[in-house]
């Protein structure tokens, strides 16, 4: 019996994942760059043994049906062609997340995965191989084996395409992030279908792709300054022009919810009072706010006059991958 168990948090694209150039190795259109925060993570247990006669997958203390079953078999087959074994395993997941949250935790999820089965069967993957390996269980994933920012180089191959820590100066420890959870119903379009459709058929899709070095250069040079402005403008900038391209798929669609729209709204009115603040949103209605540690209670204080304070969450940096003994 072999036996690993890891930790590993959320992250938050500042310059999106949007389409995939390589669907079977999760090789993305473009270089994306997050900021790993500590207020969600996952905590995973994988155990192969020849007792079992199937792979089990268990989250939050309740056994998964045969699809979310599959994704997780799907990774372990990689994992047991590195590890050279064919035992099968049970995984255990535990996500730490508000209840009520609606918050996609697969990037947290395939990264603790990820750093459970390097542990059980010593595969001896350093941070690069990890991330490498998180990416295929999910793109997002191989940014959260990094804490503090992290940019997702996209590469050109499987070997090539995997995220690294980027130097900051301890800029992101005067970040804190405002989740607001407006939404936990399951969406209507997956991230994988929507990145999926919006490269096949939006027209506004490659405007998108031309625009993402100049923002991708820039958010780096804010981080580099440590401009808070600069960052936060492009990072809301990038945000709004991922989800202005599914608008313009075929069929068209969106993740925003008139709840979304009333939290952009409160983030434009509180910088017009001088709060400088900005937002960002993936695929689902929740928005999330990015402000200095300085004004976050001006911030909060403005969301829970919206929305409930359950609704309401905050966020500092968080760290990379843990292995727990
Ligand atoms: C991101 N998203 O950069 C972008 C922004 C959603 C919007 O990465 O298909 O769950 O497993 O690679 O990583 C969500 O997509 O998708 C995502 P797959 P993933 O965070």
Same mark, same amino acid.
Not at 256 to 279: E, I, N
């Given at each position: 019996?072999?036996?690993?168990k890891?930790?590993?948090?959320?992250?938050?694209a *500042?310059?999106?994942?949007?389409g995939?150039?390589d669907?079977?190795f999760? !090789?993305?259109m473009n270089n994306s !760059?997050s900021?790993?925060?500590d207020?969600? $993570?996952?905590?995973?247990?994988v155990i192969?043994?020849?007792t079992?006669?199937?792979?089990?997958?268990y989250?939050d203390?309740?056994? @998964?049906d045969?699809?979310? %079953?599959k994704?997780?078999?799907?990774?372990?087959? *990689?994992?047991?062609?590195?590890g050279q074994?064919?035992?099968n395993a049970?995984v255990?997941s535990?996500?730490?997340?508000p209840? &009520?949250?609606g918050?996609?935790?697969?990037?947290s999820?395939l /990264?603790? #995965?990820a750093? &459970?089965?390097?542990? /059980? !069967?010593?595969?001896? #993957?350093d941070n690069?191989? *990890?991330?490498?390996l998180a990416r295929?269980g =999910?793109?997002s994933?191989?940014?959260s084996i990094y804490?503090g920012?992290?940019?997702?180089?996209?590469g050109v191959?499987?070997? %090539?395409? $995997?995220?690294?820590?980027?130097? =900051?100066d301890h800029?992101?420890?005067?970040? /804190?992030?405002?989740?607001l *959870?407006?939404?936990?119903q399951?969406k209507?379009?997956?991230?994988?279908?929507?990145m999926r459709?919006?490269?096949e058929?939006?027209?506004f899709y490659?405007g998108?792709l031309?625009?993402?070095?100049?923002? !991708?250069a820039?958010?780096k @040079? &804010?981080i580099t300054?440590k401009?808070f402005q600069s #960052?936060?403008?492009?990072?809301?900038?990038? /945000?709004l022009k991922m +989800?202005?391209? %599914?608008?313009?798929?075929n069929p068209?669609?969106?993740y925003w919810s008139?709840?979304s729209?009333k939290a952009?709204?409160?983030?434009?009115? #509180?910088r017009?009072?001088?709060?400088?603040c900005?937002?960002?949103?993936?695929?689902?209605?929740n928005?999330k706010?990015?402000v200095?540690k300085? +004004?976050?209670?001006?911030v909060k204080?403005?969301?829970? +006059?919206?929305?409930?304070?359950k609704?309401?969450?905050?966020?500092?940096?968080?760290?990379?991958?843990t292995?727990?003994k």
């Amino acid at each position: 019996m072999f036996k690993g168990k890891a930790r590993a948090y959320t992250n938050i694209a *500042l310059i999106k994942y949007w389409g995939k150039k390589d669907e079977e190795f999760i !090789l993305p259109m473009n270089n994306s !760059l997050s900021l790993t925060l500590d207020a969600f $993570y996952t905590e995973t247990e994988v155990i192969f043994s020849d007792t079992f006669t199937k792979d089990e997958f268990y989250l939050d203390g309740e056994q @998964q049906d045969e699809k979310a %079953t599959k994704k997780i078999s799907t990774f372990l087959d *990689l994992v047991r062609e590195k590890g050279q074994t064919t035992l099968n395993a049970q995984v255990i997941s535990q996500n730490f997340v508000p209840t &009520a949250a609606g918050l996609a935790s697969s990037a947290s999820g395939l /990264a603790a #995965l990820a750093g &459970a089965c390097n542990e /059980a !069967l010593q595969l001896g #993957l350093d941070n690069a191989g *990890l991330s490498r390996l998180a990416r295929r269980g =999910s793109g997002s994933a191989c940014r959260s084996i990094y804490g503090g920012f992290v940019e997702w180089e996209k590469g050109v191959d499987d070997f %090539t395409s $995997y995220a690294k820590q980027i130097p =900051s100066d301890h800029f992101e420890d005067d970040l /804190a992030m405002v989740f607001l *959870l407006l939404n936990d119903q399951q969406k209507d379009v997956s991230s994988r279908d929507g990145m999926r459709r919006t490269v096949e058929t939006s027209s506004f899709y490659q405007g998108w792709l031309d625009s993402l070095d100049a923002d !991708l250069a820039q958010l780096k @040079q &804010a981080i580099t300054d440590k401009n808070f402005q600069s #960052l936060g403008e492009t990072m809301e900038r990038n /945000a709004l022009k991922m +989800h202005g391209t %599914t608008l313009a798929a075929n069929p068209p669609f969106t993740y925003w919810s008139p709840d979304s729209l009333k939290a952009m709204q409160a983030v434009r009115d #509180l910088r017009k009072q001088g709060v400088p603040c900005y937002f960002t949103m993936d695929a689902g209605p929740n928005v999330k706010i990015l402000v200095e540690k300085k +004004h976050l209670a001006a911030v909060k204080t403005a969301c829970n +006059h919206l929305f409930s304070e359950k609704q309401v969450v905050s966020a500092q940096a968080g760290s990379g991958i843990t292995i727990i003994k």
